[in-house]
């Protein structure tokens, strides 16, 4: 069988080869996570609308939009959800195994200083805390990338 199906593998090179890949693998949605430090060490938290009561605070959270760069997505979602510049920085978080995404997280750096100006829609509140202070009703898996330790 394998040695039927190499000659037609190398026949449709291109891009009928890319659609039969796209067809037979699995499809997943990006979520990107900013931790967004001022000069000051502090992390931009944020209280989510849509979240569950007992843990509405953690950092700005998205979507990747399809053909997007995720590092881009970091400040496009900032943007979007508190009017503020930021500048993306080093990946430091990967997961897989989730059945529909997958997620990504970068730190970034706060550039400019537009004032700012939150997303009543998606976000209730947005604020500047030092590790040491993060509210309590936090995701811990935020919490943990703010720290640096490992999130589950």
Not at 22 to 43: N, Q, Y
Not at 89 to 102: A, C, F, K, T
Request: hydrophobic share 45%; net charge positive.
């Amino acid at each position: 069988m394998k040695r039927l199906l190499a000659p037609l593998w190398r026949a449709i090179r291109g891009p009928l080869q890319w659609r039969v890949l796209w067809l037979a693998h699995a499809k997943f949605m990006v979520g990107v996570t900013g931790i967004v430090r001022d000069d000051a060490g502090r992390v931009l938290v944020l209280r989510h609308r849509m979240w569950p009561a007992e843990r509405q605070w953690g950092l700005p959270t998205g979507y990747a939009a399809k053909g997007e760069d995720f590092a881009q997505t970091v400040v496009r979602e900032v943007k979007e959800e508190t009017g503020l510049d930021v500048k993306p920085g080093r990946l430091v978080h990967l997961r897989s195994g989730y059945q529909l995404r997958v997620e990504v997280a970068y730190e970034a750096q706060l550039v400019g200083d537009a004032p700012l100006t939150i997303d009543s829609f998606e976000v209730l509140e947005a604020r500047w805390f030092t590790p040491e202070t993060l509210p309590e009703k936090m995701q811990d898996s935020h919490r943990q990338l703010i720290t640096g330790s490992t999130p589950a």
